[in-house]
C-alpha cells in the first residue's frame, strides 16, 4: 500500500497491490511498485518502503537496502489484536481514508469487518501498519508519503 500524509493530518491510501504471490514473486512485485512510486507524483516526497521487520520481510529488507532502496523495518513486538487497539482511535477519529477507485480496496473493508476471525488479514495488517507509522510511531518515517 502507498499512504500519503495530508497537510489535513489524515493519511489517504493512494495505491495498493493487492494479489496471491509467492516469497520470490514478492521481491518481484515489491521492487516495481517501489520503482512506480519513488518520485514526487503525489505532491510530496516518497520516503520509502516500510516492512515488517519479522519472517519473510527480513530478507526483503536486507536485498532492498543492498539495492540502496529506501526502506525501513517496521518492528513487531506486539500482536494483532493488540495493534487493532492501537490504530482504532485513529480510524474513529476519521484520520484514514481510502480510495473507492483503488482496485481490491473492497478488501481492506472485508477484512476489517471479520478481524479477528477472518480467513486472511493481509490488507488488514498493511493498513494498520500505515497508521502505526504515520500515527502511532512516526518517527520510522517522519509522517509523510510511504509504502508499506
Excluded at 69 to 90: A, C, H, L, W
Excluded at 105 to 133: Q, R, Y
Amino acid at each position: 500500500m502507498l499512504w500519503g500524509m495530508g497537510i489535513d493530518g489524515c493519511i489517504y491510501l493512494l495505491d495498493m497491490l493487492h494479489d496471491k504471490i509467492t516469497a520470490p514473486e514478492l521481491r518481484r512485485y515489491g521492487e516495481m511498485f517501489y520503482l512506480k512510486h519513488n518520485h514526487n507524483r503525489y505532491g510530496g516526497p516518497f520516503r520509502g518502503f516500510c516492512i515488517e521487520d519479522k519472517s519473510s520481510g527480513i530478507g526483503l529488507i536486507q536485498e532492498f537496502e543492498e539495492k540502496k532502496f529506501k526502506v525501513y523495518g517496521i518492528p513487531r513486538n506486539t500482536d494483532k489484536i493488540e495493534r487493532s487497539m492501537n490504530v482504532g482511535p485513529e480510524i474513529r477519529a476519521g484520520k484514514v481514508f481510502l480510495n473507492a477507485a483503488i482496485p481490491n480496496v473492497e478488501v481492506i473493508l472485508s477484512e476489517t469487518e471479520s478481524f479477528p476471525h477472518g480467513v486472511h488479514d493481509d490488507a488488514f495488517d498493511c493498513l494498520m501498519n500505515g497508521i502505526e507509522v504515520a500515527f502511532v510511531y512516526p518517527e520510522i518515517l517522519n509522517r509523510t508519503v510511504y509504502v508499506s
